[in-house]
């Protein structure tokens, strides 16, 4: 699903590289968390598989893209092939709820009646049912990141990539969109979640990648956040 | 692509920032405005030529003596000048106009003016040769050769008075079109910085857009689309002014001139003509400027 190799990314402004050299793989349906420090190259994985940014060495596929090397025109497709959640939610704050579910679709130019159908499917998957019609600043911080991760996943893509879901919520909060996470996890869908958050990568068990300096130094399959240490 | 989904983002972009549209607007009405009045200016001087072409003509012009005694011009030296002209090359028709005849035509010239034409006599009119030549760009060959000849007062080249009005009528043009030219700079700046303002007042959209894999015609279109929207309004309310001037202004103050065929006028069908390029004009500028803009100043 996933293919990093040799990955090096060194930013113009910047000597030291932000990636160095990471090969990494990720199959199908894994739960994957992405941890490591601030400034320890987190961001720039995850914007390297989106091709927001392209790296300076090596090569990078996703699903059945060659990310480096596809020509601008098809990047919307891969887009399309990833769904995004970010800490700081980025809903639209004029629309509602389900318009901010259905924007995702309608700038892909998906016909009106898939739409109709599909929005409320996905509001009732992530327990939002029957807030619909509510503007995202009626809504607590984790029913607005349950509208992110709708809007996320609405299209089903293949991927979800989620970057500090929970790095707004409190403890419980974070608790509830980590099993909807799961649960998304289970579809089939592949999610790689970069976080500080050490309970929740405790609690979870799942594979761990550590990145420190740009380098991947620790990749275990049901990992904890502070081993070695 | 879905229709709808764009315009209403074209109708929210254009009312989120209502007062740098009406800018937009109101520059490229006036610009087009400009230009309108520059192309009518063309093709009056055009109609104008043509409605000339066929009258200018070298005049000769006899003597008193001739004037008063000569109506047929059945006598030398009047016959023989007329022979001459005949037989001459370059000459292509001669007629002959008597005096009571320039005096008729001079009646119906200034029939707007009564008062000259009450103050005017027939003496004061000499009887003409009105000669038309093949080439009417050679009528100093004429008037070399018969300045001075027997019963010869003047000769004149009515192409030479024409001169003078057609240059100021170029001047007019050459000027409305400076000004239009100025105008659509402006108009050309706005238009850039809107669509600069636009994709930043809707960046968050926009940032939504390329994440969850829009195609830059989508995320794009409606900020171009913007663009020509006002660029469209703007060259509409050009061509409206421009009806209102031609039956406020020109229609009044230029209206003796056309009726006395003097000009050619300017028809409803002359704007009718002018107003697709104007409108075509005012869409391609306001469409290649926000692509250009879109290109230089906003990530897509």
């Known amino acids: 699903m996933i293919r990093l190799e040799h990955v090096s990314k060194v930013y113009k402004t910047s000597t030291r590289p932000a ?25 720039t994985f995850l914007r390297l598989l989106l091709r927001e940014e392209v790296p300076t060495k090596g090569r990078v596929y996703v699903a059945n893209f060659d990310v480096v090397r596809m020509s ?3 990047v919307p497709r891969l887009r399309q092939s990833i769904g995004c959640v970010f800490q700081d939610f980025r809903l639209l704050h004029n629309k509602t709820v389900a318009e901010n579910v259905a924007f995702a679709l309608e700038v892909i130019g998906k016909p009106r ?4 159908k599909v929005v409320p499917e996905v509001l009732e998957l992530v327990g939002l049912e029957g807030k619909s019609a509510r503007m995202p600043h009626e809504l607590s911080g984790g029913e607005q990141q349950r509208v992110a991760i709708a809007r996320a996943f609405v299209n089903r893509p293949l991927m979800l990539l989620a970057d500090e879901p929970t790095g707004n919520l409190d403890p419980d909060t974070s608790q509830d969109i980590m099993l909807l996470l799961e649960r998304i996890n289970r579809t089939g869908t592949t999610v790689l979640m970069a976080t500080h958050d050490h309970s929740i990568v405790d609690s979870m068990r799942r594979r761990v ?7 991947v130094v620790r990749d275990d399959s049901r990992g904890v956040y502070g081993v070695g240490r | 692509m879905r229709a709808s989904f764009v315009f209403s983002e074209v109708m929210t972009g254009l009312r989120r920032n209502v007062t740098m549209t009406v800018a937009m607007i109101l520059t490229t009405m006036v610009s087009l405005f400009l230009l309108g009045v520059g192309l009518l200016v063309v093709r009056m001087i055009d109609n104008t030529q043509t409605l000339y072409e066929d009258r200018v003509q070298v005049n000769v012009f006899l003597t008193n003596d001739i004037s008063a005694n000569d109506q047929s011009c059945a006598q030398d030296p009047c016959r023989s000048l007329r022979s001459d002209l005949e037989k001459n090359p370059a000459v292509e028709t001669v007629s002959y106009q008597n005096r009571d005849q320039a005096y008729k035509r001079f009646k119906e010239i200034f029939a707007a003016q009564p008062e000259l034409t009450k103050l005017a006599r027939p003496e004061a009119l000499p009887a003409s040769f009105s000669v038309k ?15 001075g000849r027997v019963g010869v007062d003047s000769v004149t080249d009515q192409s030479k008075y024409l001169e003078s009005l057609f240059n100021a009528f170029n001047g007019v043009r050459d000027l409305t079109f400076v000004i239009a030219l100025i105008q659509a700079t402006a108009a050309l700046l706005l238009i850039s910085n809107t669509v600069q303002v636009s994709a930043f007042t809707r960046r968050t959209e926009v940032g939504i857009m390329r994440l969850v894999g829009a195609t830059r015609w989508y995320t794009q279109l409606p900020f171009l689309l913007e663009a020509v929207v006002a660029g469209v309004l703007g060259a509409i309310l050009g061509i409206g002014l421009l009806v209102l001037v031609k039956l406020w202004f020109f229609d009044r103050l230029l209206g003796g001139l056309f009726n006395s065929g003097v000009l050619s006028s300017i028809q409803g069908i002359d704007i009718l003509m002018v107003s697709p390029w104007l409108l075509l004009t005012s869409v391609a500028i306001s469409a290649v400027t926000g692509y250009a803009t879109l290109r230089l100043y906003v990530r897509t």
């Open chain 1, 72 to 74: 601008r025109r098809r």
């Open chain 1, 19 to 43: 990636l160095e050299d990471v090969s990494v793989e990720m199959d199908k349906g894994e739960f994957v968390f992405l941890i490591g420090a601030s400034g320890s190259g987190k961001s």
């Open chain 2, 133 to 147: 030549l093949k080439d009417p760009d050679r009528s100093a060959v004429i008037i070399q050769t018969y300045s």
């Open chain 1, 209 to 215: 990648v550590e990145l420190s300096l740009g380098q």
């Open chain 1, 113 to 116: 009646n898939t739409i109709r």
